[in-house]
């Protein structure tokens, strides 16, 4: 019988990478565990994502930048921030970085797909995720397809970042066949900083990141089926303890995050109220 294919999304595949354990506690554990509370950079990521999501649905005529303060309220997250003058000072924040944004975007550009689930298998894999957009450009052979993902996190981003990214690539690699045409350029767009890191994969550099995400695969189900032979849980997927703890959803019932001092759910934004 030929093995079934793991199907999975790129930050299932991170989980894993970042921390077995972590991958356990949010795919394999049922009941999932108890989570701590939510992050107010969380929130404020989400609100900025669906806020340019909507800009997207609005007809080009309305695509101004008088539009924004409504398209942020209505997608606005309020959990997890320490109080109304931090969530205050993270919303205008947020609506600065979208005017800068927008100021740059053509209205009368319509990207070949936001929040678009791409989907492609591979002997291993049937890999989906959701960029947060494609967009259709021309290129020097002629027109392909751009992978765009929007960051809001506090420190900036280089070309390493955009190069590393697996997520990317793997989204790249399935836009390609979504979309039947080229697809190697992959760009992070940091709005706190209104700058771009990109990235020029070729096919080989799309063909290795597959080829690791397969592996990856490969030892997600090795750890699956050695604790359904009977093997313990905590050994197959192992904790890796490190500067991710403090921010892990689990921390509080992962027997090495528990002695790591725990973030505040507020704190990757509090800088925000300066
Ligand atoms: S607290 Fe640290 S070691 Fe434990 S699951 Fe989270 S990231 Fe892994």
């Not at 709005?191 to 990856?216: F, I, K, M, N």
């Not at 009977?230 to 995050?257: Q, T």
């Amino acid at each position: 019988m030929p093995e079934r294919l793991f199907v999975c999304t790129p930050s299932k595949l991170g989980a894993f990478l970042d921390c077995p354990r972590r991958y356990r506690y949010s795919y394999v554990d049922r009941p999932t565990p108890p989570k701590g509370p939510p992050w107010a950079h969380n929130s404020l990521g989400a609100s900025v994502h669906t806020a340019l999501k909507n800009w997207f649905t609005l007809p080009p005529e309305r695509r101004e930048p008088g539009a924004l303060p409504t398209l942020l309220k209505s997608t606005w997250v309020r959990e997890g921030y320490r109080d109304v003058e931090l969530e205050r000072a993270a919303y205008r924040k947020a609506l600065d970085w979208l005017e800068t944004y927008v100021a740059n975007l053509d209205p009368e550009e319509e990207p070949l797909g936001v929040e678009r689930v791409v989907a492609a298998k591979t002997s291993v894999l049937a890999l989906n995720g959701r960029a947060d957009r494609i967009d259709a450009r021309t290129g020097e052979s002629g027109p392909e397809a751009v992978i765009v993902d929007y960051k809001t996190g506090r420190s900036g981003l280089d070309a390493d970042d955009a190069r590393g990214s697996q997520a990317l690539a793997l989204y790249a690699y399935a836009a390609q066949r979504v979309f039947r045409r080229p697809c190697h350029r992959v760009e992070l767009h940091h709005l706190p900083t209104g700058t771009v890191a990109a990235h020029e994969h070729t096919d080989e550099s799309l063909a290795r990141q597959v080829r690791r995400a397969e592996e990856t695969a490969q030892d997600i189900m090795a750890a699956e089926k050695a604790v359904a032979a009977g093997a313990d849980p905590d050994e197959s997927f192992p904790v890796n303890p490190g500067s991710l703890c403090g921010w892990c959803d689990f921390r509080k019932v992962c027997p090495a995050g528990s002695g790591v001092a725990a973030k505040e759910p507020w704190t990757a934004v509090e800088h925000l109220a300066g």
